[in-house]
């Protein structure tokens, strides 16, 4: 009889962080560099609230859930489950542990703790000195994963990194030579709006010099609503001018350069790299200074396999079209991969590679 009553209660902790799992995709691209959270408040085996993280800079999911309940006196025989742990510092909102132990809600049931230095268990620890009944580690490998972009920049000081690109079926990703400064389109219409999604939810996209040079890609939204990702290009010897649509300063920009004198001007900032060392490494180190918690490599070749044998990527978006070429620039080479998935996009098929 004890077993079977333990066994439920697990299977309620479950089905209700499970809950807060699907809420907290509903603020994921909006809420980073924060972590996107669910909360739900549970009242007699009923919920009575729900949350998740509002836009960045906005309150976090517990608030909002509290503040969905109706009635306000039923929280203190209620119980809240978060995705991630409750926050306990002072940020762009107040601790959401304080507003838990002000509302004097009893129990407490947390997916993970969070990695970040000045949460990481404080938050814990704060609502048990307030007496708050609090259960730790429930669906927690879920939980984690719905938040892999910030648990990657948290635990390893880097961006998540996500590799893209488009091959032939014959295994190229461009022809040696082309006679227009425009991409040479080797997916259809279709995968070309679904990447233009992805740069509505991902904090950053990266570029080669020579992509720049020879697509003049631009890195925005232009086939999606949706808000433009930081871009992010590669130009050791300053090659690349105004006249580019990178540089028209409309948005966020990145450039590496191995040139000192660039001066950063407006929403174009120029940072240092030694292109004699690790390169991949280096910008991993200037994303994370810029506190991007995800960011996309969409090309070249060059710039796509220096990260592949540097180990630094999580995930790789590969499609494959029905187009041959027979010679021209070889797709980069994955080493090792654990899963795939694969998704037709009528003429194209996508491989969706994780680590």
């Known amino acids: ?58 309150p976090h999911a517990e608030p909002n859930a509290i503040a969905s309940v109706k009635n306000q006196q039923l929280l203190k025989e209620s ?3 978060v995705s991630l742990e ?19 809600i009893p129990r407490v049931v947390i997916g993970t703790v969070d990695p970040f230095a000045k949460v990481c268990g404080k938050g814990i620890a704060k ?5 708050v009944e609090v259960t730790v580690g429930v669906l927690e490998d879920s ?33 040696l030579y082309k006679e227009k400064q425009r991409p040479f389109w080797i997916s259809n219409t279709y995968s070309k709006q679904l990447v233009h999604k992805w740069r509505s939810e991902e904090m950053a996209f990266l570029v080669g010099t020579n992509t720049v040079l020879t697509d003049n890609t631009e890195l925005t939204t232009r086939h999606w609503y949706g808000q433009n990702p930081i871009r ?28 000192k004198e660039m001066i950063s001007q407006g929403n174009t900032i120029f940072e240092y790299a030694n292109f004699q060392e690790n390169l991949p490494e280096q910008i991993c180190h200037i994303l994370y200074k810029h506190h991007i918690l995800s960011v996309v490599i969409e090309g070249g070749r060059q710039t796509l396999q220096s990260f592949i044998d540097s180990d630094l990527w999580d995930e790789a978006r590969i499609f494959v079209g029905q ?12 080493n090792t991969f654990k899963t795939l998935n694969q998704h037709h996009i009528l003429s194209d098929t996508l491989k969706i590679v994780t680590r």
């Not at 809420?31 to 009923?46: E, F, T």
């Not at 938040?147 to 461009?174: C, E, M, V």
Request: one cysteine or more; hydrophobic letters at 35%; aromatic letters at 10%.
């Open 1 to 58: 009889m004890l077993k079977d009553t333990v066994l439920s209660i697990l299977e309620k902790h479950e089905l209700y962080i499970y809950r807060c799992i699907q809420l907290a995709k509903q603020g994921t691209y909006a809420a980073m560099p924060n972590p996107s959270v669910g909360a739900v408040i549970v009242h007699n085996d009923k919920i009575i609230g729900e949350g998740f993280t509002s836009l960045y800079g906005g």
């Open 79 to 81: 119980t809240l489950y």
């Open 323 to 334: 187009a041959t070429l027979k010679q021209g620039i070889k797709a980069p080479v994955l």
């Open 232 to 259: 992010v290009y590669i130009d050791k010897a300053a090659k690349i001018d105004q006249q580019f649509a990178i540089r028209n300063n409309q948005v966020k920009t990145i450039c590496i350069t191995a040139n």
């Open 143 to 175: 939980c984690q994963k719905s938040n892999k972009r910030f648990f990657t920049f948290h635990q390893n000081k880097r961006p998540y990194i996500i590799l893209k690109w488009a091959q032939t079926s014959d295994g190229y990703i461009a022809p």
């Open 127 to 131: 609502m048990k000195e307030a007496g």
């Open 86 to 104: 409750p926050c306990s510092h002072f940020g762009k909102t107040p601790p959401c542990c304080d507003l838990i132990i002000e509302k004097q």
